[in-house]
């Protein structure tokens, strides 16, 4: 059993250096302290590993204490002892330190949103790279991607809840379980602390968009036609096209001339543009046909039906549409998604196919390949129920003036099945 402990403290504050030459001071247990001429003490462990005299640095005294050292040395020797070179021990954490330092979370954050880019809509790119820079980056950006933890995670995802911004606490619980899973699949982390918070976030009661029952719609038909509220042309006539065509609003304020096919009176939104990324056909009524000819006086030159009004070369802004419906009166009472449902129920109720109907709102298939095979599916019964919708929405106005319309014609439920 070789002699430890053979230095203290004292004695090695008390170690003077010698002109031109270095001397040592040992420990015990391959441990000593050389004394170089320039008057640095530096630790030095001495070992042998497969019949071979080594030796490794273990830092300057006194920044590393006689004590640290004796941990060190201990430590090594048990390395030795499982068949470990200590020194090689040593480069291999050297390595990992280096990685992990440039492995940190903002850099892998930011290679992971570069390789969505040519799946996302630049709406959705510019979504998450801002959760990434507001949400994250101001507490994890530096942090080495394997050093995060699930309660530092969850730390973060509170700061969000806090703000009651839930959806948004959400959204970046999910960009987190996406950054961790690249990092892994690159072979950098082999832990996701954001997959141990799953079902730890904050909930509250679902509430549907608001929407226009039937019994609504004369009025409102009859404040589009007269324009009570005093709309700015575009906005009127997008609220038009939106109730008659019963898109997301999204894919409404993104239309482009581009996408419409007027031999065939149908609109075609590109995959990209849809939720479910696969192009959706809409068949344009006699009245949706009226509403885009009169766009094309206003906007024809554009290259969206309905440009932004500061700024023409981008589309219509987000809330255009949600505060012309405030200032007609419907705060609280109606949304621009909510004409989705406001048609969907009617159609329903009307006895309408529901696959018919299912599938004119671009529901999402389960199967991505047959959703795109499927895009044109009912497309003439769907371009006949559009244009008894369009029918049945605009003839609305004549029951507020208290002319009689016949209901929407109902159809049988077809036996057959996709």
């Not at 391959?30 to 530096?42: F, H, N, Q």
């Not at 992990?100 to 809509?121: C, D, I, Y």
């Not at 109902?410 to 036996?415: G, I, M, N, Q, R």
Request: with cysteine; hydrophobic share 40%.
């Amino acid at each position: 059993m070789p002699k430890t402990n053979m230095l203290n403290a004292r004695a090695c504050d008390n170690l003077k250096p010698l002109p031109n030459k270095s001397y040592r001071k040992f420990d015990g247990g391959g441990l000593y302290l050389e004394v170089m001429s320039s008057g640095a003490k530096y630790w030095r462990f001495k070992y042998s590993y497969l019949k071979t005299e080594k030796r490794i640095s273990f830092g300057v005294y006194p920044e590393v204490s006689l004590a640290k050292a004796r941990e060190l040395r201990d430590a090594a020797r048990l390395q030795v002892k499982d068949g470990k070179d200590p020194s090689v021990v040593k480069q291999e954490n050297k390595r990992i330190a280096v990685l992990n330092a440039s492995n940190t979370f903002k850099v892998l954050a930011l290679e992971w949103h570069t390789t969505k880019l040519s799946g996302w809509t630049a709406y959705t790119a510019k979504r998450q790279l801002n959760i990434l820079e507001k949400e994250l980056f101001p507490t994890l950006a530096n942090r080495p991607i394997t050093d995060i933890t699930t309660p530092e995670l969850k730390a973060v995802i509170r700061k969000v809840e806090a703000r009651d911004a839930l959806e948004i606490a959400k959204r970046t619980l999910q960009v987190c379980n996406q950054v961790f899973l690249f990092a892994a699949q690159s072979g950098i982390s082999e832990t996701n602390p954001a997959a141990n918070l799953k079902g730890a976030l904050k909930t509250r009661k679902v509430q549907h968009y608001k929407y226009l029952r039937d019994d609504a719609l004369p009025e409102f038909v009859e404040k589009l036609e007269t324009n009570s509220a005093d709309l700015e042309p575009t906005t009127l006539l997008a609220m038009k096209l939106l109730a008659l065509t019963f898109v997301r609003t999204v894919e409404l304020r993104g239309a482009k001339w581009s996408e419409f096919n007027f031999d065939k009176n149908e609109w075609r939104i590109p995959a990209e543009r849809m939720k479910m990324k696969v192009e959706h056909i809409v068949p344009l009524s006699t009245q949706a046909l009226e509403v885009i000819a009169k766009l094309k006086t206003l906007n024809g030159n554009r290259e969206y039906l309905f440009p932004n009004v500061k700024s023409p070369r981008r589309m219509m802004s987000e809330n255009t549409i949600l505060y012309a419906l405030y200032r007609m009166g419907y705060h609280g009472r109606a949304t621009g998604h909510g004409f989705r449902a406001t048609a969907s129920t009617i159609l329903n109720e009307q006895g309408y196919n529901r696959d018919h109907i299912e599938r004119q709102l671009a529901h999402g298939e389960g199967d991505a390949v047959r959703a795109a095979y499927n895009h044109a599916q009912y497309l003439p019964e769907r371009r006949k129920m559009m244009q008894d919708w369009a029918d049945y929405f605009m003839g609305a106005r004549c029951r507020f003036t208290k002319i009689r319309v016949a209901p929407l014609p109902v159809t049988k439920p077809e036996l057959k099945t996709a």
